[in-house]
């Protein structure tokens, strides 16, 4: 993608400035002989237009290709940072972006500098407001063209006010630097009346925005009970075919939901929302302390939103920040530019484009969640944050426990690991009676992959086994065959654990887990047999968390015995050790035609599996 946008954004740049290049000794003075105007400042002019040129080609090229490539990590948050950000956490988050934006917006403000510089001899030509137009729409295009190269796409309106807010400021300094050193020495005066206006405006802005008393209304009570109710309804209901989900919050879900949140950041805070009629209807009063004192910030919004397949639309009937009522009109021009900015920002778009609808019926907003990261892993990860599960660690030591000190009377060949999975799912059939049958079914697929699948698991998740039990697996444990390939019980188990486990640890360490998968090839080439037992895992440990219904069903169809059949077909007969060469001949590689042919037939061959339905 940068190096088409890169090469665009030089080309471009260069074949405007090098359209006016041509001048002679000649001209300038016949035009200073018309216009009357100093010589020195021409002069200066002169000197800095082809060096601001080469310059402002290099800073712009520089721009998109550190801007494209540095984009993704000013976002860069793993699930679990956002699920339990505290204060502290997004405080940090904050002075983060605050660098990367100032950083960004510097360099807006040098390409206004060399953009002055480039094209301040024209005015002998064109004249000064020609000339200034000019700089006004060479801003324009080239702030359009270095964003757009930051963000892969054609950017928003939203995303160019700042940047051309920083290009204008940095023409001005340019045009101060090439008249000399009078309007340089002018330069401080300027920016202290700059500053001195901001600072009366932001003053002005406080004293109307904060205020001694929060908003007069009664917040959503937190309780544990309700929190656990909550969280289920946040894994909602499968939705068609694809594992598309579903979820229907009330009012009411939604003020605990903002309660909890608000709980972690400010405690002094509180919220409200209401939605009647299609609108939502939220206040929020935001605890500040001002010069040791309580403050409020107090916001009052009425509208909605609404997305369809990725598409985000706002309307914005109301909003007062403090004693200050925002026009209607001004509210009706900016609500556009606001959806279409998160339409096109990269990692916004990402998260609303996983959404296939958002519907604001009655008294609550319906969701549907298309298959994806941020369904299988985000809101899987906001639910147990919700529920207050205790870490994952204690349920799957007793799990791990269950497994080992049982494993003397295991039977042999291809019957030890069905019989492993029927007595992991029995255990947790028992102890889901009185507990959570999600957070049972998560602690024994962990359990078995601590078993089964590679020890490294256990340095994810936590010490689980002691000198004692690890002994008696070791001397108990081989030889755990699915299909007759101890390998695919590996791939099996540890694919389910990195679906599992990604839902609250953190990136780096799921990391670890991924790179157990390949090193246990042994380089043997790329197998579909493995691909199969993957995604069989990974199937297996969604199905038996998706919610309460499901994770109880799959425990009553476990816990007795069952065939193979139930959780993994025959793939005997799918490629096996295929060099790359070989893969790309036949298969076209990863995303191939062919590749794409198989893996819907692995698929067809899951879904005939009935635990993986």
Same mark, same amino acid.
């Given at each position: ?117 480039? /094209? #301040? ?5 064109? $004249?000064?407001? &020609? *000339? @200034?137009?000019?700089?006004? =729409?060479?801003?324009? !295009? ?117 309660? /909890? #949140? ?5 405690? $002094?805070?509180? &919220? *409200? @929302?209401?939605?009647?009629? =299609?609108?939502?209807? !939220? ?331």
């Amino acid at each position: 993608m940068f190096p088409l946008k890169g090469l665009a954004t030089i080309l471009l740049c260069n074949a405007g400035l090098e359209f006016h290049r041509f001048q002679c000794e000649g001209c300038f003075v016949r035009v200073l002989s018309e216009t009357g105007s100093p010589t020195g400042e021409w002069n200066r002019i002169a000197l800095l237009v082809w060096p601001a040129r080469v310059a402002i080609v290099l800073l712009v090229a520089w721009m998109c290709l550190s801007g494209y490539w540095k984009h993704p990590s000013r976002y860069d948050l793993d699930l679990s940072g956002w699920v339990n950000a505290d204060a502290p956490r997004l405080e940090q988050i904050v002075r983060r972006l605050i660098f990367e934006w100032g950083t960004d917006l510097a360099g807006f403000a040098a390409i206004g500098v060399l953009a002055y510089w480039a /094209l #301040g001899n024209l005015e002998m030509r064109i $004249g000064r407001w &020609a *000339r @200034l137009g000019l700089i006004v =729409g060479a801003g324009v !295009a080239i702030c359009g063209l270095v964003r757009g190269g930051q963000l892969g796409q054609i950017p928003a309106l939203g995303h160019l006010v700042l940047p051309l807010g920083a290009y204008g400021l940095g023409a001005w300094v340019g045009r101060a630097c090439v008249r000399g050193r009078r309007a340089i020495l002018w330069l401080g005066p300027q920016f202290g009346a700059l500053l001195g206006v901001v600072g009366v405006l932001v003053l002005v802005v406080g004293w109307l925005s904060l205020q001694d008393e929060p908003l007069a209304f009664e917040p959503t009570a937190v309780g544990m009970g309700a929190n656990r109710k909550l969280a289920n309804k946040l894994r909602g209901t499968r939705d068609g075919a694809d594992w598309a989900r579903r979820v229907r919050l009330s009012g009411e879900d939604l003020n605990q939901m903002v309660g /909890l #949140g608000l709980s972690r950041v400010s405690p $002094g805070s509180k &919220a *409200r @929302l209401r939605i009647e009629g =299609g609108l939502a209807d !939220a206040e929020l009063s935001y605890a500040l302390r001002v010069r040791g004192k309580p403050r409020y910030l107090n916001l009052h919004f009425r509208g909605s939103a609404r997305i369809d397949d990725g598409e985000l639309s706002v309307q914005a009937n109301r909003l007062s920040i403090g004693r200050v009522g925002v026009p209607w009109v001004v509210l009706g021009l900016v609500a556009p530019p606001i959806a279409s900015t998160i339409r096109h920002d990269r990692d916004l778009r990402n998260i609303v484009g996983s959404i296939a609808s958002v519907r604001m019926t009655g008294d609550a907003v319906e969701t549907v969640f298309k298959p994806g990261e941020c369904n299988n892993t985000f809101l899987p990860s906001i639910a147990l944050a919700i529920s207050g599960k205790p870490n994952l660690i204690v349920p799957t030591r007793e799990h791990v426990r269950h497994l080992v000190e049982g494993s003397e009377d295991l039977p042999d060949g291809e019957g030890r690991f069905a019989e492993l999975l029927r007595r992991a799912f029995d255990f947790a059939r028992k102890r889901s009676i009185d507990g959570d049958p999600i957070l049972e079914n998560r602690s024994a697929l962990v359990a078995l992959a601590v078993l089964l699948g590679h020890e490294r698991v256990e340095s994810v998740v936590g010490p689980v086994l002691d000198d004692r039990l690890r002994e008696i697996s070791r001397r108990n444990l081989q030889g755990v065959n699915l299909r007759g390939r101890g390998d695919w019980t590996k791939h099996f188990y540890v694919s389910a654990a990195m679906a599992l486990i990604a839902c609250e640890q953190t990136s780096d360490k799921i990391g670890v887990l991924k790179e157990v998968l390949d090193a246990e090839d042994g380089g043997s080439g790329f197998s579909f047999g493995d691909l199969a037992a993957n995604r069989a895992g990974i199937q297996l440990a969604r199905v038996s968390t998706y919610n309460l219904d499901s994770a109880r069903a799959l425990q009553e169809r476990l816990a007795v015995d069952f065939p193979i059949d139930t959780v993994f077909p025959e793939v005997a007969d799918l490629p096996e050790d295929l060099n790359r060469d070989e893969f790309q001949a036949k298969f076209g590689g990863v995303g191939g035609e062919a590749y794409r042919e198989l893996v819907a037939e692995i698929d067809r061959r899951l879904a005939q599996c009935p635990a993986l339905r």
